[in-house]
């Protein structure tokens, strides 16, 4: 047998007293309907801020793009113009190539240099609207086997 202690207490075990109501005359938790309509400006204005960063990140892409096929074609042209065995003729030259997928115009300029023995080469390519989009400088030896061209 055991016995019991009077002065220890036991918890009820009946039913709790309901402390919703009480609850209710406090502050209720949640969001009010003007919290919610800020939260959601900052957030709207933060996606519209992003979706114009990914439209200025794929213009620069596709400057980026145009700008590297330019140069690679304006590299062929003055690579072309550096190993023919003739010196190029001084004055200007214009082509046209295919590269990328596009069309590309390129216009070659040769000058002579302070030494008779140099000539200076320019190499502007454009896109087929006109706008430039590469550049190259390159220079090479003006003669051939000591003869001048």
Request: net charge positive; with cysteine.
């Amino acid at each position: 047998m055991t016995t019991r202690n009077p002065n220890h207490s036991c918890p009820p075990t009946g039913p709790q007293p309901s402390l919703g109501k009480q609850s209710l005359s406090g502050r209720a938790k949640g969001f009010t309907l003007i919290e919610m309509m800020v939260a959601l400006a900052v957030f709207s204005l933060a996606a519209l801020a992003l979706i114009r960063l990914e439209g200025a990140t794929i213009r620069g892409a596709s400057i980026l793009d145009s700008t590297l096929t330019a140069q690679m074609v304006a590299r062929n042209v003055a690579i072309e113009a550096m190993t023919d065995a003739r010196a190029p003729i001084i004055g200007i030259a214009k082509g046209t190539e295919h590269n990328g997928g596009r069309t590309w115009n390129w216009t070659r300029e040769t000058r002579p240099t302070a030494d008779s023995r140099i000539v200076r080469i320019d190499v502007e390519v454009m896109d087929a609207a006109g706008s430039r989009h590469g550049h190259l400088t390159v220079v090479r030896a003006g003669t051939v086997g000591g003869a001048a061209s």
